[in-house]
């Protein structure tokens, strides 16, 4: 099995590129190259990142390989940004006040996604078994929500926002309006209907990240 810096030192080889040509496009001096290929200081992730991305193969085929010698397989990446990591206060505030988002913690998202996107963590049980405390739960505040997305709401008045399923209930017989409501995957947490607590919905969730241990 080949280490990370045979792997390394392989794709540098088939560019055909010095150790400072290629630390030059990755950000780092071709002193950092040659630890990395004598398999010294292991390379920071966003330095793994970089060059996943320069050689057009995964992350993970760097760190852990894919097969050796001429076996090996190179798997195409998409690009990756990284963008906040909010609590359901911090969401909440940035939902009323359309702020910048105000969070030490970020988490890679495809480019594809808008600018605008933000994770939020999950917290407490009103979601399962769908969502789970801790999970993340990627939020596109430009997507309008359909029937049966999930989406993150806040409630009038407050700042903390709330995450649930979108589901449009046509029209009240007296006011002749449009209502909705925001229903838990929990059935031991009531149903929120627009009727009686207004709420503003924040964006759609349109990725759902967790961990299995």
Request: proline share 6%; net charge negative.
């Amino acid at each position: 099995m080949s280490t990370l810096g045979q792997r390394l030192y392989r794709l540098r080889k088939d560019k055909k590129l010095a150790r400072d040509a290629l630390g030059s496009k990755i950000g780092v001096s071709k002193t950092s190259v040659k630890n990395w290929e004598d398999d010294e200081n292991p390379p920071k992730f966003e330095h793994l990142q970089a060059m996943a991305e320069f050689f057009g193969c995964s992350i993970e085929y760097l760190t852990d390989g894919i097969g050796d010698g001429d076996n090996f397989k190179v798997v195409k990446r998409k690009p990756v940004k990284y963008v906040p990591v909010l609590n359901y206060t911090q969401a909440g505030e940035f939902c009323e006040y359309h702020d910048d988002a105000i969070t030490d913690e970020f988490e890679p998202v495809s480019i594809e996604y808008s600018d605008r996107v933000y994770w939020v963590v999950i917290e407490g049980s009103s979601m399962q078994p769908d969502f789970y405390e801790n999970d993340l739960v990627l939020i596109d505040p430009d997507a309008q929500p359909n029937p049966s997305d999930f989406v993150l709401a806040l409630k009038s008045g407050e700042k903390k926002s709330i995450f649930k399923r979108y589901r449009p209930k046509g029209f009240d017989e007296e006011t002749k309006e449009e209502f909705y409501h925001l229903v838990p995957s929990n059935p031991d947490y009531p149903i929120i209907d627009s009727r009686f607590v207004e709420f503003t919905v924040c964006g759609v969730a349109v990725e759902h990240r967790k961990k299995l241990r």
